[in-house]
């Protein structure tokens, strides 16, 4: 069973820094690119964040400058660094990848989610 599970959101201050971790396992081959996306209260999901394999990466403007994605592929893990944050920051977090399963079966995969919340 694939899992992605997402951790570090939580309450924080305007201004203030957060890390976001998730973490791949299961029967994974390969992940080609993943990714974070948000979701705030009466709004549609959007994209914040994405890396391909070769650590290419792509931001949404609202976050650029202030978040950075990474990944460590030897962990199978994606992270995002959040700095400056602001209250339309506040969101469910959600961590996506795209996953080449041992079965050989790809498809899309997505975490639980984690609330981060901006607020003073």
């Known amino acids: 069973q694939v899992q992605l599970v997402e951790s570090g959101g939580g309450l924080v201050q305007p201004g203030g820094s957060l890390r976001l971790s998730c973490a791949a396992s299961g029967s994974i081959l390969i992940i080609n690119d993943m990714g974070w996306y948000r979701q705030a209260p009466g709004k549609g999901r959007e994209l914040v964040a994405s890396?391909?394999?070769?650590?290419?990466?792509n931001s949404a403007d609202s976050v650029k400058g202030r978040f950075t994605i990474s990944r460590d592929n030897a962990k199978n893990t994606l992270y995002l660094q959040m700095n400056s944050l602001k209250p339309e920051d506040t969101a469910v977090y959600y961590c996506?990848?795209?996953?080449?399963?041992?079965?050989?079966?790809?498809?899309?995969?997505w975490g639980q989610g984690t609330q981060v919340t901006v607020s003073s």
């Open positions: 996506h990848a795209d996953l080449l399963l041992y079965e050989g079966r790809r498809g899309d995969y």
């Open positions: 890396v391909t394999s070769r650590g290419s990466t």
